[in-house]
């Protein structure tokens, strides 16, 4: 009788034990199972962090270059009797207004012609090099610099259209094109007066919509593919623009600049807003520290605003070759490079 309870008993144990090596077994399972989840749900979480943080990055790139101007200006204590800084704000704000009055200043037609070279990443093919005429219709006003009388402040507002084409250079090795395109902006400076001449170096910026005709295209099916978004129909645009104006009268200036125009094969308004804030921000503070410098020494100023202003646009168009909106993600633009020679004809 006692073996037999005893076997019994070894018995319910053993079971017992089974059924406990069971239930760890499918625990450990689920625990395993969990983790694995627990990491995959980690890792995605860091992912959007990495994320967040980069856009925290720009967002705060930008904040600080939209601070930086407002620290270039020293701002000598105020009183309730001061008014100077009032003054000199509201001059400021009538200058603004001026430069942003499209139709304030004398009537201007630029002609120009030039010789252009097409590029786009991934783009294993050649684009034919085409040539280009332009023409531009606007008004410039040209003022005296306040505290020296031989430095002239300069600014131009336009309206354009131009051809960039390969029937205008003959050119018969690579990928034939035709571009049209329009737009409109601005170029701004400050120069020196040279009895009734001047020597102005410029920098200007512009909004573009263009329209591509490739000619007698034989492409890949990857070529293909990258070019297709600009094809025959009309794409937004920008342009950037350094250059000297050489004033032989006042009715008579000759030009020489160099371009760089991009078109995107898609227009993402957000992303290029931000690129462009990023861009404005910059030209911001350096009109800002060039002010200052034209403050302290008038004919240092002229060049160190076309070198500082023309030098910051290339750089960041440089970085749009790969990422239209940079420094966000997206495709590379159609890019132009452009040396350009003209005359303009003031009224």
Known sequence: ??????????????????????????????????????????????????????????????????????????????????????????????????????????????????????????????????????????????????????????SFRYLYLSNISTDLSNNSTGLSNDTWRFGGGMASGYGYKIGKGAVIPYYSADLSWSKLNLKDQVLTAENEKFLSPFDNTFRFGTNWEGGIKFKVIPMLTFDASYERAVIFPRHLFWKWLGSAAIEAAGGWAIDGFVKEIMHSSPYAGPIMSFILKNAMSYGIYELRQEKMNWPFKSAAPLAYDQFKFGFTVNF
């Not at 050649?126 to 008004?139: C, H």
């Open 1 to 154: 009788m006692f073996f037999c309870c005893l076997n019994k008993s070894s018995l319910l144990k053993t079971s017992v034990s089974n059924i406990m090596c069971d239930f760890l077994i499918v625990q450990s399972k689920n625990r395993i199972k969990s983790t694995a989840s627990f990491l995959r749900i980690r890792n995605r979480l860091n992912n959007n962090s990495e994320r967040e943080k980069m856009k925290i990055k720009y967002l705060l790139i930008v904040f600080l270059l939209a601070l930086l101007p407002a620290y270039t200006f020293p701002q000598d204590e105020e009183t309730e009797s001061d008014t100077t800084g009032k003054e000199w704000d509201w001059h400021d704000w009538k200058e603004f207004n001026k430069d942003m009055d499209f139709m304030h200043g004398s009537p201007t037609v630029v002609l120009g012609y030039g010789f252009s070279a097409l590029s786009l990443k991934q783009f294993s093919g050649e684009f034919s090099d085409p040539n280009l005429i332009e023409l531009k219709l606007g008004y410039t006003n040209e003022k005296n610099y306040p505290s020296e009388e031989n430095i002239l402040k300069y």
